[in-house]
Structure formats: structure tokens, C-alpha cells
């Protein structure tokens, strides 16, 4: 695994360096590279260990697209949030409080689904809202603001769901319109992956492409030059967190759609695995750097090495040792991917 | 002292946090095509007196005048609105960023029709380059390099191009050459004389004398926070400037003694002392 990746890189670079198309050149200045790379690594090596047991099947396929579309919907606004210098680790509560809530609006008051969808995902907007009013009217790191807000709103899920239904598990059957619309399979793959597709291209066009766009590169870059250029940071700021966890409600409302049942106990697993999908996905810790498509070959690598793995020959067991290494080495290839960026100019030169 | 109005004056201004007084009674002023040099040691007091004239803070106390008109700024937003632009000490740009993003960060240019509205990259890149040239960098050819790999003499000329641009009509430049070497302070330098030339009001900020001198028309002395010394160009040597920002001790002594020396010899300034 460590061969491969760190092979490819440097070969490939020094073989197109002298003649290298204009496109070439500029994919490896991208922070995607790495995380292209990356996937590429990964799924070679799953497909040679994984012929035989079925990797590159529709099943096998859609066991790790299912489960990367419902991380990938959250991990994109985590990715934005800390090229913007912050970071969001309530996600892991937003998601069961958002299937709670659907689960006891639209089953337990038997409300139309799209009440229930409307409450889940003003439930997740409120959240984002207080987060993001926290952390830029105080000076409390958002890493503290969301671990507590993460606590918060999972003890609150827990106390209203035993106060409303008695039980902190519930379930909830959605009409087969809304179960074909937001819990359906077409050949296997889950309505979110479709959802999760028209999203990276919302999410590609807001900060590739609109003008607001590179506002959260600023936010990330240097604040303080933010400010001082007219953008409004707070706002920009408590939208983000606004659109994190509203994605991460959207997410909630997908899983008790598609799998029928809703469940109050925190995801903690799910923070972890956006966050580590962002970084693998060549997003900067500090800020400032990141494109979506880095993110989106970050979610798909985490989700074949922790979700495919049983379709190949390698013991599952290794997945989280796979998972470590690749974090390691994402970072430190992020960091000569950047330097390639920023010393663009003198290499122009010569 | 020139007979047009001053683009930017300061009126008895104090500024205190709290029970802390920072600035006292600072009366400043600059015209359109001048140079005002604000000299000062750390701690000064500088850095509050820019962030009062680019609305980061309003004064406790005194008048803020454009044009002769008193005015308040209520945001940075509103100062930049009024002509006031504030140029850092790293250029206020933004590393990971391409140069024509942070050129219109703030202001992007776009073209299409809502909800599909794009930031106009080819505009934006063209423009800047157009803008930075201007300025004499013609190292920078294009507008899709990242920021993090220009000097920072050519980041300072990069936010300078930036502001004259939008139309500023006072630069105020932190500490624009404290972190660069010889020769790209000595192009720093040359680039606000081209905004001089340009007609804007600079006001000047750092604590070398030799760097204000090079481009200053009139200069400012700041110890804890009071004006202790305003002059002109040619009124006192770099020796003299030097001491004044040391000497926070015998400041107002030397001051009188300017003073009553310049009272008796017809408004001459004493000689040089060493």
C-alpha cells in the first residue's frame, strides 16, 4: 500500500515534467491529486485482491457506493467548513437527531413525510445556526463549540425521544412515492448516491464557480484580509455551519427513509470518517486549500477500504491499519502537492 | 502647509479601551499626491491609529474628516466604500489563492445570468495582470498563478494595484517593507511614489527612517500614543528622526527645544547634533 502510492507519485511526476500538456501540469497542482492518486492506489490493489471474490460486481460495487454517498453528503460541508479554518464534529449527532425526528413527527404524529423531512432538516439548520453564532461571536475554538453541541443535541435526541415516544429506537414507513424518491435502489444503488451526485455538483459550482466561492477560501486564508476586503464573514460563517448540518440532516432523512428505522444514539464513527475522508482528500487542516473533487475521491477511497474489504482477499481486520497509513501518507503527499503549487512561478521561469 | 483641503484629516482624536487610553489627541492630515510618514516604535499606538482610520474602531473622542467633512466610518466596509484602503503587512492577500481571485476578492467580476452566475476567471485574470504591469511587475504574466509563490514585494505591489484599482483615494500602508529585503523594499517604495503620482493620499507606516524619508512629504512621530513630533520634508535629518522615535524620555524637551530654536533662527531647524 505505502509502495504503491509514494511510487506512483514520483514517478509520474518526474516522467511528464519536461513535456508535460498544460492540463497535466495543472491536475498535479491540484490538492485533488493526491487524493485521485490516492483512489487510484486503492482500487487497483482491491480489484487484483478482490477478482475473485466479487469486488468489481453491482453487489460489490454498491455496498461502498451507498455507504460513501450518505458520508460524502457530510463530509463535503465539513471539507468546506474547514477550508474556511473551522472545523464541525457535531454531524455525529445531527444525523440521529434528524432520523428521531422524522421518525416522531411523520410515524409517531403521523404527519405527511414531507412535514417530518421539513422538521429534520430545520432541526439540522438550527443546529448549524448555533453553532456557527457561537463560534464567531466568541473566541471558542469550533472544535470545543461542536464537541459540546455534539453532546448537547445527542442527550437531547436521547431525552425528548423517551418523552415523546418512550423508546430511543423507532422506525417509520414512508410512502412509496417519498421511499421511491429518497429510500429507493436502482440496480442496487441506493437513492442517496443519486442525491449525493446532484449535490457534488451544487457543491462544485458554489466554490469552484460562483463568485461567493472563493469568500471561503478567504475566511480559511486569512481572516483578518477578509474582513478588511468587505466579506461578511460571520455570515459566511454561520452559513456553512448552516449548510453542514442541514446536509447532515438531508443525510438523517435518506437513512430512516432507506432503511425504515430511526435510531437516537450518536454516530461518533461518522465524524471520524468525514473528517478523515477531508484530509485524505487534500483539504489543508489550517485552512485556505481544498477543491470538492478531493473530497469526493477521499469519501470513495475510505468507503472501499472500510466497506469492500470483505470482497477481497485481504483480512478486514487490516482496514483500520489501511485507513491510518493512508491518512499519513495523504498528508504528507498534500504537502508536496502544495509546494508544487506554490512554487509554480519559479519553476515557470527557468 | 499645502491650501487644499485634505482628503483625510484627524481632529484632537483620542482613542481609549476601557480605562486605557491608547491614543491621545492625534491631529493629522493628508493631502491628495502626499506621502505622510507615520514613524513609531512598537507599541506606539500605530496600529490602533490605522485600524480608527479604516473603520476597524471609532474614535472615543474628536473628529474623522474626508473632504473637510466630518465623517464616521461604521465598518471596514464603509471606510473602503469612502476611498480608504488598507494595504498589510503581508499584502492581505491570500497564499493558496490565484492571483486574480485575489485581486476581486470582495468584488468578483462575473458573467451569466442568476442562479448560474460564475466568477469570470479570463476577466478577472486579465485585469489584474493589466493592474499589476502597471505597477512595473512584469514578472507576473499570469493571473492563474498562486499568490504563495510571489515575493513580497510583489504581494505589497499585488494589494497596492488591488486598491488603486477599486478606486481608493487613501492607501494606508502597515508596515509595507518590514518584512522584505533591500531591493524589493527599494520597489515597494518606488510603487507608492507611483501611487503619489497617481494623486492618492499615502499614509506611510513603519519604523524605518530611512524608508520614510525616501518617500515621505510629511512626517508623523507617535510615542505612547501622542504625535510628538509632525514636520515636513528636509525640516529635520534621519539622525534627528532616529533619536525622536528612540527618545520617548526627553520627547517633549527636545520638542521645546526645536521649537524655541526655530522660534529665534525664523523657523530654521537646528543642525544636525552630531
Not at chain 1, 339 to 345: D, E, H, I, K
Request: charged residues 15%; hydrophobic residues 50%.
Amino acid at each position: 500500500m505505502t509502495e504503491t502510492t509514494t511510487n506512483s507519485g514520483s514517478a509520474l511526476e518526474t516522467k511528464l515534467e519536461p513535456t508535460a500538456g498544460f492540463s497535466i501540469k495543472a491536475f498535479f497542482r491540484s490538492p485533488a491529486a493526491g487524493a485521485f492518486m490516492g483512489f487510484v492506489a486503492v482500487f487497483v490493489l482491491f480489484s487484483i485482491f478482490g477478482y475473485d471474490r466479487n469486488f468489481l460486481s453491482v453487489p460489490g460495487m454498491t455496498t461502498w457506493m451507498n455507504f460513501a454517498s450518505i458520508i460524502g453528503m457530510i463530509a463535503i460541508p465539513v471539507g468546506f467548513l474547514m477550508i474556511a479554518g473551522e472545523l464541525d464534529i457535531s454531524t455525529g449527532a445531527v444525523v440521529p437527531a434528524s432520523t428521531m425526528t422524522v421518525a416522531i413527527v411523520s410515524q409517531h404524529y403521523e404527519m405527511p413525510v414531507m412535514v417530518g423531512i421539513a422538521a429534520a432538516l430545520a432541526v439540522g439548520a438550527l443546529i448549524g445556526f448555533i453553532n456557527g453564532f457561537i463560534v464567531t461571536r466568541t473566541r471558542v475554538p469550533s472544535f470545543i463549540v461542536t464537541l459540546a453541541t455534539l453532546f448537547a443535541v445527542a442527550g437531547i435526541t436521547l431525552y425528548l425521544s423517551i418523552f415523546f415516544i418512550n423508546n430511543t429506537n423507532s422506525f417509520y414507513h414512508a410512502p412509496d412515492w417519498a421511499k421511491s424518491l429518497f429510500g429507493g435502489k436502482v440496480f442496487g444503488f441506493n437513492s442517496s448516491v443519486f442525491w449525493w451526485l446532484g449535490m457534488i455538483a451544487g457543491f462544485i459550482f458554489f466554490l469552484h464557480y460562483s463568485p461567493k466561492g472563493s469568500w471561503v477560501f478567504a475566511l480559511g486564508g486569512d481572516q483578518e484580509s477578509a474582513r478588511n476586503a468587505g466579506i461578511p464573514v460571520r455570515k459566511m460563517k454561520i452559513g456553512l455551519f448552516m449548510l453542514c448540518s442541514t446536509s447532515a440532516a438531508f443525510a438523517g432523512v435518506l437513512q430512516v427513509i432507506t432503511f425504515n428505522s430511526a435510531t437516537s444514539q450518536a454516530n461518533f464513527g461518522l465524524i471520524f470518517n468525514t473528517i478523515i475522508s477531508v484530509v485524505v482528500g487534500g483539504v489543508l487542516l489550517t485552512g485556505g486549500f481544498g477543491t470538492v473533487m478531493g473530497i469526493v475521491f477521499g469519501v470513495l477511497t475510505l468507503s472501499i477500504v472500510t466497506q469492500a474489504i470483505g470482497f477481497t482477499q485481504i483480512d478486514r481486520n487490516l482496514s483500520f491499519l489501511i485507513i491510518g497509513v493512508m491518512l499519513l501518507i495523504a498528508v504528507l503527499l498534500n504537502d508536496t502537492f502544495r509546494q508544487l503549487a506554490t512554487s509554480w512561478s519559479t519553476a515557470k521561469k527557468k | 502647509m499645502s491650501d487644499v483641503k485634505p482628503v483625510l484629516e484627524l481632529r484632537n482624536v483620542d482613542k481609549s479601551f476601557g480605562p486605557i487610553d491608547v491614543l491621545h489627541d492625534i491631529s493629522l492630515k493628508v493631502g491628495a499626491g502626499e506621502v505622510l510618514c507615520l514613524l513609531g516604535d512598537n507599541g506606539a499606538g500605530k496600529s490602533t491609529l490605522i485600524k480608527l482610520m479604516s473603520g476597524v474602531y471609532q474614535p472615543t473622542r474628536g473628529d474623522i474628516m474626508m473632504d473637510g467633512e466630518k465623517i464616521t466610518f461604521i465598518s471596514p466596509r464603509d471606510a473602503q466604500e469612502r476611498g480608504i484602503a488598507t494595504v498589510h503587512q503581508f499584502g492581505g492577500t491570500y497564499p493558496l489563492m490565484s492571483i486574480g481571485r485575489n485581486f476581486f476578492m470582495g468584488a468578483e467580476p462575473t458573467k451569466g445570468v442568476w442562479p448560474l452566475k460564475v466568477f469570470d476567471r479570463k476577466t478577472a485574470n486579465r485585469i489584474a495582470v493589466e493592474e499589476v504591469q502597471k505597477m512595473g511587475i512584469t514578472r507576473i504574466t499570469d493571473g492563474d498563478r498562486l499568490v504563495g509563490g510571489l515575493s513580497g514585494g510583489e504581494r505589497q505591489s499585488l494589494a497596492i494595484a488591488r486598491a488603486v484599482y477599486f478606486g481608493a483615494r487613501v492607501l494606508i500602508l502597515d508596515e509595507p517593507t518590514a518584512a522584505l529585503g533591500v531591493k524589493q523594499a527599494a520597489h515597494v517604495l518606488r510603487i507608492v511614489n507611483q501611487a503619489k503620482r497617481r494623486g492618492l493620499a499615502v499614509i506611510f507606516i513603519t519604523h524605518q527612517v530611512m524608508h520614510a524619508m525616501a518617500v515621505g512629504d510629511h512626517f508623523a512621530v507617535l510615542i505612547r500614543g501622542a504625535v510628538a513630533a509632525d514636520f515636513h520634508k528636509g525640516e529635520k535629518t534621519r539622525e534627528q528622526i532616529a533619536d525622536l522615535m528612540a527618545g520617548g524620555e526627553s520627547m517633549a524637551e527636545l520638542e521645546a527645544n526645536i521649537e524655541g530654536y526655530m522660534e529665534t533662527h525664523g523657523g530654521q531647524p537646528p543642525p544636525p547634533a552630531h
